[in-house]
């Protein structure tokens, strides 16, 4: 089984937002456990812009989060380059078929990066390009449920543990 990772679960592993933060820390921090990680080559600018937002947001301490944060980007490009991730580029078919979602489903509360990580997943089911099953991974409301609604298995660090996770993929827990 694989995870489609979107930008807003991962980039939870790196920062401290709650028992979110937590259970993304414990669903990432073994590379080896779930068959691999899966991201779309648009994560990397994504994550690290969260990062930015992360420190201008902490008001009194933002500029302890500015000093750190040269560091946690080299964390996430480190483990980035685990051959654990397997970064999809992103195509003109990928955009295009996000465009073509956004516009058949204007109720689904998702941008267009958003779009583009859905698009990406599902293509790479419709090309038996990953492991089975494969499971969308997204702190992301409107996302996970759009990634519902196209058929997708869908997992929330916001309401579910990892042992969710596991229930999921058909694992015993």
């Known amino acids: 089984m694989a995870l489609f990772l979107d930008s807003c679960a991962l980039a939870k592993r790196y920062l401290h937002e709650g028992e979110s933060s937590r259970r993304m820390r414990r669903i990432t921090g073994r590379f080896d456990r779930w068959g691999g990680f ?6 990397e600018p994504e994550v690290i812009s969260a ?15 500015y000093r750190m944060h040269r560091q946690v980007v080299d964390s996430f490009r480190r483990d980035l380059s685990n051959p654990a991730f397997k970064i999809v580029p992103v195509t003109d078919d ?5 465009a073509d979602l956004l516009k058949a489903h204007p109720e689904y509360s998702i941008g267009a990066a958003d779009a583009i990580h859905l698009a990406t997943a599902l293509a790479l089911l419709a090309q038996n390009e990953v492991e089975s099953p494969l499971v969308f991974v997204t702190a992301d409301k409107g996302l996970a449920e759009a990634a519902r609604e196209s058929g997708l298995m869908v997992f929330n660090p916001l309401y579910q543990e990892p042992e969710d996770l596991e229930a999921i993929a058909g694992r015993a827990a």
Request: net charge positive; charged share 20%.
């Open 94 to 98: 990928e955009v295009e078929a996000a």
């Open 38 to 43: 899966v991201v779309s080559s648009l994560i």
């Open 51 to 65: 990062f930015g937002k992360y420190a201008r947001a902490q008001g009194l301490h933002r500029s302890h989060f």
